[in-house]
């Protein structure tokens, strides 16, 4: 089990420096998420982090508690029910006319005042542009610790302290970070990092609807008008079942025709490193890793991919992983379940015909190429 799925820390190695938790922060108790909502509703990586909440939560003895904010709405109520289905046992509702859309200043000031009110000693949010906003503000205004970009979280034994690994240096090392001595112990993880867990309806709840006072006169920035973005390659490869992803190795910006010829025989979509966006041979938007997108399908391809930790960081929990490469030392054959040493510009025009039902069982793989698994 990894330490993303809950396993707690256990440190080898030279000692560590003990740390006494603070006698004022030990009233501090709870695993807390903030369920992030917008106008088609809760964005998945709130119910990705109660599913690590509920993990946190029973391995501390204590309770997961979910702030859901927004305006008065009957989706406000049915968000707050869905919250205790995929794992909450608390629910802070802040339910208040200018919480309609999402801005820092109301925000920042309701999720703070909660958390002075109930002291949870570990408050969870999104990695995406409105939780990490969100949290910033926050972790200022509280003067905690915040640990962002999170890719695995765990609980250290000793100290029972939030264990926040993240990428550094780069992406090219893993450090874990632990706030010891403040609260709450907060962290962003981006969506597609940890598992969805199981909705179960048949979960109990407490819900507890908060007085909220705020002043539309009082908030500076004022929500005019939301427009979607139009421009560029729109694709959302976080929900993308199939990802084909291709790297240097295809040598060429011509040579991604191959892959979106394979995507499109799967019913997927294309992703690509950082060399290769940097390059100019696809849209940054299809860039995977830690500068890039967290993917999650149920297939991945890598073609012509390394495998620099930068990527791996950004595909490495899915389901099956096909790797292509002439070297047969790649870093990205650690990771894959299925590897295949060999040209990947030769074997993505077989693996189309064969997808579509082209290619005759007697085709063989190219020259100088192998296969395992």
């Known amino acids: 089990m990894s330490e993303a799925e809950g396993k707690p820390v256990e440190k080898k190695g030279a000692a560590r420096r003990k740390v006494t938790l603070d006698p004022r922060l030990a009233e501090y108790r709870g695993v807390w998420v903030f369920v992030e909502r917008d106008a088609e509703g809760v964005h998945p990586v709130s119910w990705e982090l109660l599913g690590a909440a509920r993990r946190l939560a029973d391995q501390l003895g204590t309770v997961v508690g979910a702030v859901v904010a927004g305006a008065p709405s009957e989706a406000l109520d049915a968000d707050s029910q ?25 925000y920042a000031r309701v999720l703070c005042e909660l958390v002075k009110k109930y002291k949870p000693e570990i408050l969870l949010l999104g990695a995406t542009s409105l939780g990490r906003d969100l949290a910033s503000s926050v972790a200022t205004t509280l003067e905690t610790g915040l640990t962002a970009d999170c890719t695995e979280l765990a609980i250290d034994r000793e100290s029972r302290a939030l264990a926040a690994t993240r990428p550094t240096f780069g992406g090219n090392l893993l450090c874990t970070i632990l706030t010891l001595n403040y609260r709450p112990q907060m962290a962003t993880v981006r969506p597609r990092v940890l598992p969805l867990p199981a909705k179960d309806r048949r979960r109990s709840g407490e819900i507890r609807k908060e007085e909220i006072d705020l002043c539309e006169e009082e908030i500076v920035t004022k929500l005019v008008e939301f427009l979607p973005h139009a421009g560029g390659d729109q694709v959302d490869l976080a929900l993308a079942e199939v990802i084909v992803a291709g790297g240097k190795g295809l040598q060429t910006a011509g040579n991604f025709a191959l892959l979106e010829e394979l995507a499109r025989a799967l019913g997927g979509e294309v992703g690509a490193t950082r060399a290769a966006v940097q390059a100019g041979w696809v849209d940054h938007q299809r860039q995977i890793g830690q500068t890039g997108k967290t993917v999650r399908p149920k297939l991945y391809i890598a073609a012509g991919i390394s495998g620099a930790i930068q990527h791996r960081v950004g595909m490495e929990s899915s389901n099956l992983i096909v790797a292509i490469n002439t070297d047969p030392n790649a870093p990205i054959f650690e990771v894959a379940h299925c590897g295949i040493v060999g040209d990947a510009i030769a074997l993505l025009p077989l693996l189309t015909r064969a997808v579509r039902g082209q290619l005759v069982v007697e085709t063989t793989i190219p020259t100088g190429a192998s296969a395992s698994s």
């Open 82 to 106: 869905d919250a205790i289905a995929y794992g909450a046992d608390q629910i802070f509702v802040a339910a208040h006319p200018v919480l309609a859309g999402y801005r820092n200043e109301p």
